[in-house]
């Protein structure tokens, strides 16, 4: 039987008078990775902030691991990292300081060895020394995803991992993910709006719209199941469907 | 609580002065420029003033101690600032860092940069002023001990509605201390005040601080009541800033904020 990493349950958002995310159910199994789909306010960024412990769900449940993220919020983020185009790190710090500070954070074990590791790892050797802030955006996105990786966290979410990277980076973190998923049985939730991306690197999609999950599956069932040749015309028909009622 | 993330958060700090001589020279700068323009102040009404001819360097130790007050919190409320203009706010949030890690964390960190600011300007008072802080003696502890609780408690009510409301409310960061100085009766006596703002003085510790330094100063009497009332005061008045931090935390879960706060 598969193990169950992240379970959602009822889970409800609200804001004032708007409901952000609306009676949210899904599973995730240790190992798997989901891509969440969705237009801009959909949600999508409100459910990874409660999956993080970041937002407060104003009803429902968010279990990780068997514990519930409200009682057990620091505990569960150990195992846990993220990494967003939204948020930066310390850009006045070299790579290898903030790799260090964020180490220690994460309580990391033979935290020397780990940086090197993933310095090689994303092809950051020659820049360790260097201010964050002083560099490009394809090589602060590595950065970004080394300090993601530091604590070789169980479950990774990602926002966007290679928005704004030209196609050659973005192809090249694309295989990071990848093989840190496959070789390392993690469990990964990736928001994406690059569709190529999340049907190369997810094993199963949710799409959401309005705060409310309305289908889910594997991509290529979605795309028959639609009558779509792709996903993004999967995603376009689904966004469109919207229009047209408004 | 976990040392090892105290400690981090207070590495990433130190890293950013480490890294950064302007930042060093700007925490020294301001100290240094205060005590020399109070210096030369209190110099002036030595010479031209029967009050302050009998004690010299009353108003350069007030204004020694009250910048001490104020790099202390204004240290404070920097560490935050800087995490959320640096656009690093959330990655700190979805760190397993406990509340109270944080306030520990900062409230260290802050000393650091206070203590860095201020020993040069105190080295400074005594071969150009002859003023020197020890010259009220064994108190002098509790008094920094008591200011700088305060300039924690301000820190952590600042930081508190910058969690709470956002970018926004930087000014209020900066504008905090200058808010509350009348009543603290740095430089003056409290019964300078109106009988009714003494009333409210009376519920600042600063003013039992200040009095304090000018007691022992004046007649180089130690009263203890001032420097407890002091203390008491300010513990009530820091446990009371946690809760509103620990407050202000949930309630900007609850809303949201965390997660695009700096936006």
Known sequence: MEKITIEVSNLNKRYKNSLAVKNMNFKINKGQTIGLLGPNGCGKSTTIGMLLGLIKPTTGDVIINGKNMESNRTNLLQKMNFISPYIELPKKLTIEENLKVYGRMYGVKNLKHKILELMETLNLMNFKKRKTGELSSGQKNRVSLAKALINDPEILLLDEPTASLDPDVGDYVRGIIENFSSKKQKTILIASHNMIEVERLCDEVMMMKNGEIIDKGKSSDLISKHGRKNLEEFFLKIVREKNEIL | ?263
């Open chain 2, 1 to 263: 609580m976990r040392f090892y993330r105290v400690y981090a958060l207070f590495l990433r700090h130190f890293y950013l002065i480490k890294g950064s001589l302007p930042r060093l020279l700007d925490l020294i700068y301001w100290p240094t420029i205060q005590i020399i323009l109070w210096g030369f102040i209190s110099k002036f009404f030595t010479l031209h003033s029967d009050f302050y001819n009998h004690t010299a360097g009353i108003i350069l130790s007030a204004a020694i101690l009250y910048d001490f007050l104020f790099r202390s919190s204004i240290s404070f409320n920097m560490l935050f600032l800087e995490e959320i203009w640096s656009r690093n706010f959330t990655n700190l949030f979805i760190a397993p860092l406990k509340v109270n890690e944080i306030i520990a964390a900062l409230t260290a960190t802050a000393l650091i940069r206070t203590l860095i600011g201020i020993i040069p300007a105190i080295l400074l008072a005594s071969p150009f002023f002859g003023i020197s802080l020890f010259n009220l003696g064994p108190a002098l502890i509790l008094l920094l001990l008591s200011l700088y609780t305060f300039g924690m408690t301000l820190g952590l009510l600042v930081v508190s509605g910058l969690l709470r409301y956002g970018p926004a409310f930087e000014n209020v960061a900066w504008s905090s201390l200058f808010l509350l100085a009348p009543l603290g009766c740095i430089y003056y006596p409290l019964s300078i005040l109106p009988d009714w703002l003494q009333i409210i003085a009376k519920g600042l510790p600063l003013v039992y601080i200040f009095e304090e330094v000018r007691s022992i100063l004046l007649n180089n009497i130690v009263n203890y009541s001032n420097i407890m009332s002091a203390l008491i005061l300010n513990l009530i008045y820091f446990l009371l800033s946690v809760f509103v931090f620990y407050s202000a935390f949930d309630e900007a879960r609850r809303k949201g904020t965390l997660i695009n706060v700096g936006e």
